[in-house]
């Protein structure tokens, strides 16, 4: 009973800045509910469907202008930032996720990851 009334607490406490946030930085606004989706998947283990959801709307994808030559693809893009963030969730919640995540089948991945920042940094690219 008394963990239930923490979590509602917390909610209400959370809620009250997200609110006042909406109307003087909407795109804050949107990076706490990022935030809060997140901590909630992770927290009634709902990775699943939200990989189900982000399967289901790649082929309805659509650009938005952010900046002159800045796209974000909509809805698949702000999914896959929600499903980081959840899974940076999941290894500060139980931090032997992160072994389990470099072990075996994965390791082949990392020499990949070194290879894409070693490129991202030497690009030339305007």
């Known amino acids: 009973m008394r963990k239930r009334i923490g979590e509602g607490a917390a909610a209400v406490i959370i809620s009250i800045p997200v609110a006042i946030l909406t109307v003087s930085a909407p795109y804050l606004s949107v990076i706490m509910f990022m935030f809060i ?10 990775h699943y469907y939200i990989m189900a959801l982000i399967a289901l709307f790649l082929p309805f994808s659509f650009e938005i202008l952010i900046s ?5 693809l909509v809805p698949t893009e702000p999914l896959i930032i929600v499903v980081l963030l959840t899974v940076i969730w999941d290894i ?29 940094l030497f690009s030339t690219m305007k």
């Open 37 to 46: 989706l997140s901590w909630l998947i992770s927290r009634f283990r709902l």
């Open 68 to 72: 002159p030559g800045t796209f974000l």
């Open 92 to 120: 500060l919640y139980d931090p032997v996720l992160l072994r389990k995540l470099f072990q075996l089948e994965s390791k082949w991945i990392l020499p990949l990851m070194i290879w894409f920042v070693i490129t991202l």
